[in-house]
C-alpha cells in the first residue's frame, strides 16, 4: 500500500471513511513509520485549530478583565468615601451649635431619605439579580 495522502489521512482522523478503508489504513499505519508521524502532526494541528477557535481573541477578552477589576474597586472606593463623608458630616452636625430640635428634625428628613433610596435600591438589585437577560449584549 503506498502511503496515505493528507485528505484521506484528515477524512480517517474525521471518521468519514467507509469501515473496509479505515480498518486498511489503520493496518497501513502499524507498519508505515511516516504515516503515523503525519498522523501525529495533523491530529496536533486539529488540537491547535480547535484551541484557537474557542479562544476568545484579545480585543474580547479585554471588556471583561477590565469589569471584573475596575467595578470592584470602583465600588469600594465609593462605599469607603461616602462612608467617611457620612461620618465626617453627622460628627459636625452633632457638635455643631445648632438648637437640639433643628438637628432632630433635619435629622429625621435625612435618615428617612436614606431609608427610601436604600430601599428603591436594593429592590433594582433584587429586580436585576432575578432578570434572565441580564447577561445579554447589544
Known amino acids: 500500500m503506498e502511503h496515505v495522502t493528507h485528505e484521506e489521512l484528515m477524512r480517517w482522523l474525521d471518521e468519514e471513511l467507509p469501515l473496509e478503508r479505515a480498518a486498511a489504513l489503520?493496518?497501513?499505519?502499524?507498519?508505515?513509520?511516516?504515516?503515523?508521524?503525519?498522523?501525529?502532526?495533523?491530529?496536533?494541528?486539529?488540537?491547535?485549530?480547535?484551541?484557537?477557535?474557542?479562544?476568545?481573541?484579545?480585543?474580547?477578552?479585554?471588556?471583561?478583565?477590565?469589569?471584573?477589576?475596575?467595578?470592584?474597586?470602583?465600588?469600594?472606593?465609593f462605599v469607603v468615601g461616602l462612608a467617611v463623608w457620612v461620618v465626617y458630616g453627622v460628627v459636625s452636625y452633632a457638635l455643631s451649635p445648632i438648637a437640639l430640635w433643628e438637628k432632630l428634625a433635619s435629622g429625621g428628613i435625612a435618615i428617612g431619605l436614606a431609608m427610601l433610596l436604600g430601599s428603591v435600591l436594593r429592590e433594582h438589585y433584587l429586580a436585576w439579580r432575578k432578570d434572565p437577560y441580564r447577561h445579554v449584549q447589544r
Not at 502499524?30 to 486539529?46: I, K, N, P, S
Open 26 to 77: 489503520a493496518e497501513h499505519m502499524e507498519r508505515c513509520t511516516e504515516c503515523r508521524r503525519e498522523r501525529v502532526v495533523f491530529e496536533t494541528l486539529g488540537g491547535e485549530l480547535r484551541m484557537a477557535v474557542d479562544a476568545p481573541s484579545p480585543g474580547q477578552a479585554w471588556p471583561g478583565v477590565q469589569k471584573r477589576i475596575s467595578r470592584p474597586i470602583g465600588w469600594g472606593l
